[in-house]
């Protein structure tokens, strides 16, 4: 059966002026690219959904790049001397539209398609497929999925002629035209822990590149990009789960004086990102075809939250994986073996008395010997120390009513594990001959080894929810021999990981899966397509928590990431009680037990603790499951700048609930923003009234929605690390 055509699409191939144009406009996103010259270029981006009737003349490509996609194969940069060989619509994944054109080029024997995925929103998603017509390997170098302009802003200089126009000097001393035109909101995270550290950089005249070459990328690869001129924003994502570079061009003196009533300046921005690696990164067979990871873009007229809303759609609707029935985000625990026998039993009984949902057996049950979980990763077989085995505590579990989840580092080959020692070939290699403690998934059978694996634990212990961990670095040495060389080892890597958890999902479709690398290392959209909920985070001690929470919700919704609470042994100690587990209400939360199992549990930290368990369940679990709208009052913040609050406001689409956190972020030293925050929710009704719950009165008032939203609700808060929550409900 054809799969239903998403609405607010459109795909068209025109033939304007001898040349053949692509179309694509989806929501209020219009794109249209060309061949000229040989070379694919695109012509103009639109957020406006206005399909253009002049298309400008592209006079400055000498100087601005405009080519829509790079490719460097066999030493050879191919971005021109391309022939359009065809072009046709297909179906996508979940009932998308692909546009493709088909491209040969005219000097390597190699054909492209440029694939063009819509899915209704407003953000596209673009991909590559290369394929070797020559009779020997051919090797992929750079390789950039799109590139090219995203703005060519039209900025007036003069009004009318025989007007006096004002010089940049002028303007610039009177407050006027200011000299940056773009500016940039990136990741920069180097360590584990420093996941959400948004930084902004304006775009000069000069070249602005990012280049992540630390294995684990707790800066994934995502990019706000802002219209100084115009407001227009874009947001851009490379789905890969690598190294990666991106590169942003501001030329900012192209000027086209075409018309003489008035005189335009044209600074343009124009981008190039993709994965990074030393060539080749693949060896291409000959007919064999390969995919390149996808970049997602949307271009938004509008504030932040609107902007960051449409790009949940488009997350929601064609990258995270459904989540399975009756497991929208519920409370979890989990916890490392860390010794045996009764012990795990035990802690499965206090979770459970606290009201979680679901257990998770996290590292620790698996190999020959009770060891650190660190030492015999790899050999994927219960240990004899678990009471009952893990088909005793899954029953235990389920007794409970509570989920069933296991912790799983597939990747993982340690020097000591058994596996290891049978089979030294499926550890990866570097440079130098060294070994390094993952599966070399390049070698066919590491990579069944690795697939076989994950179905049996999956199937045999029959889970509810599976956890993939990845704790040792992708060397960027890493090399498998190809082609009378060497080839980069992470492209191969990723196409064997995204195929395996792909089955498992097409498998056990009622299986819930979690994607976790040292906390938030893999977060990118390469990963999430395959997972449907990841790990903010290691560090889960305030203000980290939040703050990171903050930031990655510009780019993930909230139902997508989950929260360790007490993961870092001294988090309760950072914050007051209340502030501390406020956090576990913004994303799904996973309690790292319950501190000490002899503990008093009539004490207030135990009443307290459950009742924000009943807390997330009674009045946050229904707007996390539905789709939730976020708006970001404080989105600039990222991790370390200096600050003195978090704010985060939760709501449903039809504006009947929601809730706000109000973080006091900075220390006793950093007391400059006062001890009052107006708050001024912006996902109520102003015609509705609400019941407004204030938690830490642990009282209710009845409030009208223009009141509260035109005038504020003032949140007085006097020590620093402490916070407030509001609950919204619309009165009937």
Known sequence: MKTMKPKATSIEFPLQGGKNIARYVSDLMVREEALENGMLRGLYWSSSGQVSRWIPEYDHALHAPSTAFELEMDGHDLSGHWIWQAAFERDGKRGTREAVIELKHQVRPVTVKVVTRLDGTQVMARYLEITNTGSSIATLGHVSPMSGLIWNTAIEQGRLKGEI??????????????????????????????????????????????????????????????????????LMALAWSGNYTVEFSNHENVTNSKYDLMKYEYPCLSFRAGPLGRAPMRTIAPSETVATPELHVGLFHGTLDAAVASWYDHVRLSVIPKRPAGKQPFVAAGRVVEEPGQWILDEIDIAAEMGVEGFMVD??????????????RGDWFEGDWLPGGLAGIRKHIQDKGLFFGLWHEAEAITKKSEVAKAHPE??????????????NLADPTAAKFLDETVDRLVSEYALDYYKLDHNTLHSDRGENPAAGGH???????????????????????????????????????????????????????????IRAIN????????????????????AHMTCDADTHLRVTLFCMPIFVGFGAQD?????????????????????????????????????????????DWCVLEYGVSDRTQGYAGIFKVGNARQNSGGSEYLFKPKGLWLSADYDVWFDNRRESVRLSGSEIALH??????????????????KCA
Not at 172 to 183: H, I, P
Not at 500 to 523: F, K, Q, S, T
Request: glycine residues 8%; aromatic residues 14%; proline residues 5%.
């Open 712 to 729: 504020g609700i003032p949140v007085r808060l006097e020590g620093a690390m402490t916070s407030e929550l509001l609950i919204f409900t």
């Open 551 to 570: 930031t990655m919700t510009l780019f993930l919704p909230p139902e997508a990431l989950c929260y360790y609470h007490n993961h870092i042994g001294f």
């Open 426 to 439: 499926w550890m990866a290699t570097i440079q130098d001959g060294s070994k390094v403690e993952n599966l």
């Open 487 to 545: 080839e980069y080892e992470a492209w191969r890597h990723n196409e064997v990981l995204y195929a395996v958890y792909d089955r498992i999902l097409e498998r056990y479709p009622d299986v819930l899966l979690e994607n976790c690398a040292a906390g938030g290392g893999r977060n990118d959209l390469g990963m999430m397509a395959h997972f449907h909920y990841a790990c903010e985070s290691d560090f889960s001690f305030f203000p980290h928590s």
């Open 363 to 376: 590292a620790g049950w698996y190999g020959r010997e009770f060891a650190s979980w660190w030492d015999l």
């Open 165 to 234: 126009v004002r010089s940049h000097a002028q303007a610039e001393n009177e407050g006027g035209l200011d000299r940056t035109r773009f500016s940039v909101g990136y990741l920069d995270a180097n360590h584990q822990g420093s996941e959400g550290d948004l930084l902004w950089r304006p775009l000069s005249s000069q070249v602005f590149k990012v280049e992540h070459s630390r294995g684990h990328a707790y800066a994934p690869p995502y990019w706000i990009l802002r219209n100084e001129v115009t407001g227009e924003l874009a």
């Open 599 to 643: 503990a008093d549990r009539g004490s207030k930290f135990f009443q307290l603790t459950k009742r924000y368990i009943s807390l997330f369940k009674e009045s946050c679990k229904s707007v996390l499951g539905g789709s939730p709208i976020v708006f970001h009052h404080t989105p600039n913040i990222g991790l370390f700048r200096p600050a």
